[in-house]
């Protein structure tokens, strides 16, 4: 119940194209889902989050679609760039007591030139 | 404002030692946690620490310890390495305005040979 599963595993896109990465949880306690975006010998950083409150939400190219029916939320990256090119981890954490993160397990995004 | 400073950034470790890893969060920040990233396990929660004290716990072995300081610098240490440990360490922190946001350090790899 407290997995994050998150598909592809990778996935490469042409330049101007539109990437998208899915997750989906169990555990219906979960309020609040960020995705990270992570570089090479980087540390995640925060790319956008959402809450179940809302069904969309938009920050310049990056979308979150939530669907809690379903418990499916995903990342649509539009006109995806080379410099998007990076690891994506979608999470799920609640917002009550403790703020454990569950991870997914990433997906390698690679954007064509 | 800094961001979260993890050190030390690579270090190599034999079997058997001891490792004891550093975090700073952002200023003003109370809470610190820990993950575990591994290519095999992605990342994986090891601890939480606010105002000094362990709030949560990950599924690792006692092996892996963590404490927070007063400042809210924490440390973390493993004992006994195994290969297995090797590893990029996570740190984050959150404040208690940015809801259920965490900040990624840039983390620091350890190598056990």
């Known amino acids: 119940q407290q997995q994050v599963k998150q598909s592809p595993q990778s996935l490469i896109v042409q330049k101007g194209g539109i990437s998208i990465i899915n997750c989906a949880y169990e555990?219906?306690?979960?309020?609040?889902f960020p995705w990270y975006q992570q570089f090479p010998g980087k540390g995640p950083a925060l790319l956008i989050a959402?809450?179940?409150?809302?069904s969309e939400k938009k920050e310049g190219r990056f979308t979150i679609s939530f669907n809690k029916s379903a418990k499916q939320f995903s990342l649509h990256i539009m006109d995806s760039q080379p410099g998007d090119s990076a690891t994506y981890f979608c999470?799920?954490?609640?917002?009550?007591?403790?703020?454990?993160?569950?991870f997914g397990t990433g997906t390698r995004l690679k954007v064509l030139a | 404002k800094a961001g979260v400073t993890q050190t030390p950034r690579y270090l190599i470790k034999t079997r058997g030692q001891q490792v004891t890893l550093s975090c700073s969060p952002i200023?003003?920040?109370?809470?610190v946690s820990w993950y575990q990233q591994t290519p095999g396990q992605g990342l994986q929660f090891l601890f939480e620490?606010?105002?000094?004290?362990?709030?949560n716990k990950g599924n690792f072995p006692g092996r892996f310890s963590g404490r927070q300081f007063s400042n809210s610098r924490s440390e973390m240490n493993v004992s006994t390495l195994e290969l297995g440990d090797s590893a990029l360490y996570l740190c984050?922190?959150?404040?208690?305005?940015?809801?259920?946001?965490?900040?990624f350090g840039e983390g620091s790899w350890l190598t056990v040979v």
């Open positions: 999470a799920a954490s609640t917002t009550s007591g403790t703020y454990k993160y569950i």
């Open positions: 984050a922190s959150r404040s208690q305005g940015s809801g259920n946001t965490i900040y």
């Open positions: 200023s003003g920040h109370r809470s």
């Open positions: 620490y606010f105002s000094e004290t362990q709030r």
């Open positions: 555990n219906t306690a979960f309020d609040y």
């Open positions: 959402i809450r179940p409150d809302v």
